[in-house]
């Protein structure tokens, strides 16, 4: 999409669109601004809500996917983005990895657990549901609902089948 087009749509001129933002990546960056502030807003609710544990870590994922889900095209246009080693760092997904820290670390220290893995841990989260999300938003082999239950049976019982509850060593 040119400039030119987006000025249109935006009912300005194309000098007023380069005025405001720059250049091409000025926009994308103001964009990728405004989808990481409403996605952290909707999983900052979910994070916020008074659930046992398990059923937090669903209401997340839920959230996750819910959002990447009502603007595939813009997500995979700013995902495409951050996958810049460069920008990574800055990027959404680090938003979203140092956003489950800090509530997973809280969780784990109001269970009286050590919160020195918060961070590894929810960065290892975050790259799960994304790279998951990243999978299901291109086949749509199963519902979202479907793909929830699996990612928080996986994150909460670890590789351990439900069979298999004994051989836990």
């Known amino acids: ?21 720059g250049d091409r990546d000025g926009l994308a960056a103001a964009i990728a601004a405004e989808f990481g502030a409403e996605l952290v807003a909707e999983l900052d609710k ?8 398990r059923e937090l870590v669903r209401a997340t994922i839920d959230a ?36 489950v820290a800090v509530v997973l670390g809280e969780q784990l220290r109001a269970g009286g657990q050590d919160s020195g893995p918060a961070e590894p841990w929810a960065f290892g989260i975050v790259g799960l549901v994304h790279l998951a999300g990243d999978w299901w938003l291109e086949r749509r082999t199963m519902t979202r609902d479907r793909l929830v239950d699996y990612l928080t049976a996986l994150l909460w019982g670890g590789l351990a089948s439900p069979d298999r509850e004994g051989d836990r060593s």
């Open 64 to 99: 996750y996917l819910a959002f990447v889900e009502r603007e595939p095209q813009l997500y995979r246009f700013l995902m495409g983005r951050l996958s810049d080693p460069v920008n990574a760092s800055k990027g959404l997904v680090a938003l979203v990895g140092q956003r």
């Open 46 to 53: 979910a994070l916020a809500q008074s659930l046992a544990p």
């Open 1 to 21: 999409m040119s400039m030119e087009l987006i000025a249109a749509e935006g009912g300005v001129t194309k000098p007023i669109v380069y005025r405001h933002f």
